[in-house]
């Protein structure tokens, strides 16, 4: 099923069991593919709306640090929840051998030999994960990788 009809067959669901902030989370994803399609004068492909999934996810992450450092506690509850529900709609994040092991693979494909070729290596790998690992960690990964050489 594609994920924009999933998304609407789920709001439909959480509308009737009442699941507020469900509901919410879901119409927000909604509008912001609707904004990206207005923005793109067409319709989002599969890979497209992953990106604005991800874009969400990452605006959440980030939002809770900041609350966290706010100490707004029943801020960081929402944000957290609203991340769980988003994150049920990315694939499935990769685990850290898996992804050192594609690092390694992608650091040998560019021939990166040192940390300045950080940026080459970043370039290669990003859309070899497309949602499947946060580029926070990926960045960090691949330092500290490059920095071993």
């Known amino acids: 099923m594609e994920l924009k009809e999933r998304l609407s067959k789920e709001l439909g669901e ?8 469900k ?3 879901i119409r927000m994803i909604l509008s912001e593919i609707k904004n990206a399609e207005i923005a793109k004068r067409g319709e ?3 890979d497209e709306l992953l990106l604005v999934l991800a874009r969400e996810a990452k605006r959440r992450k980030e939002a809770i640090e900041e609350f966290k450092k706010g100490d707004r506690q029943d801020l960081v509850d929402k944000e957290t929840e609203e991340l769980g529900i988003i994150e049920t709609y990315l694939p499935e994040q990769l685990s850290r051998d898996e992804l050192q092991a594609i690092i390694s693979e ?4 560019v021939g990166a030999s040192s940390p300045g070729d950080l940026g080459k290596v970043m370039g290669s790998i990003m859309p070899k994960l497309k949602g499947r690992a946060d580029g926070k960690l990926v960045n960090l990964m691949v330092r500290e990788t490059l920095e071993k050489m």
């Open 14 to 21: 959480s509308l009737k069991a009442g699941e507020k902030i």
């Open 23 to 25: 509901v919410s989370t």
């Open 44 to 46: 989002l492909d599969d």
């Open 106 to 109: 992608t650091i040998d494909e």
